[in-house]
């Protein structure tokens, strides 16, 4: 397929522009590097099958040719990122999505849509399964987040209903791997470059609040295949095994050899007590479930931090 891509240069773009070039696809891959990085592209620059394009998606999109699939990944998506961004991610949820639907809309391609399992914000259904409609705080400091998927998603079925789009939405549960950044506020890169340092691990609250974490390659393999699936509708794609932060916390220091302490502060607001997806549907549909456990994922995501630090 020919495939625009935006957020083509984020921790979770850039590992799925590899695996669509590598199966054989051309990736068209836009991102304006605010929270990505031209370096995770490394790989495939310069491939022939790759092209990358530095602009804001909120902006028109300009491409030549036929298109097959427009997917829409471009977003902060760390708890870092979108509250130091907060106009910009509610403008890349509302006017990027709208600018990466009418490219589909005008190129009659299929359009992919990556949510979150944000939208089912501080959870009072356990665990979520898709038709659960969520319990978000709409004017809470992570709404800018939160609101701003769950309007892409709304969007993105208008499009369908009215304009007979043919659509796929994901929505992701706590990715974690290689090309997380240092210094992005995700739990899991927070607790290793932490553990790595020997400074303390914080965690927030008492730490009995859960989180489901997925490694990439799994998820990069369900988002791929939901997009060659015939489903239209919301697929969660994540592990449904579920994790406090505490153990998450004392699994990062087994996994590192680390004898950094545990420390606690305050709980974020609106900070999620529980979370953990139902893939039941993508068990069905796309004949997907998880297979990396979290020991070999942090193991692997680890050794990655511990030769980034080799290599700067």
Known sequence: MRIVMTGAAGFLGSHLCEALVRRGDEVIGFDNLSTGEAANLAAIAGHDRFEFVRQDVT???AVAGSID???HLASPASPFDYLALPLETLEVGSLGTFSTLRLAQSAGARYFLASTSEVYGDPEVHPQSEDYWGHVNPIGPRAVYDEAKRFAEAATMAFHRKCHLDVRISRTFNTYGPRLRAGDGRVVSN???AALDGKPLTVYGDGSQTRSFCYVDDQ???LIGLLDSDYVGPVNIGNPEELTILELAHAVLRVT????D???EPLPVDDPVRRRPDISLAREVLGWEPHVGHQEGLEQT???FRRRRRDL
Do not use: K, M, Q
């Open 262 to 264: 545990i420390v606690v």
């Open 257 to 260: 050899g680390s004898d950094s």
């Open 302 to 304: 680890a050794e990655w």
């Open 69 to 71: 699939a427009v997917l």
């Open 191 to 193: 607790f290793l470059v």
């Open 220 to 222: 990069v393999r369900g």
């Open 59 to 61: 902006r028109p999109l």
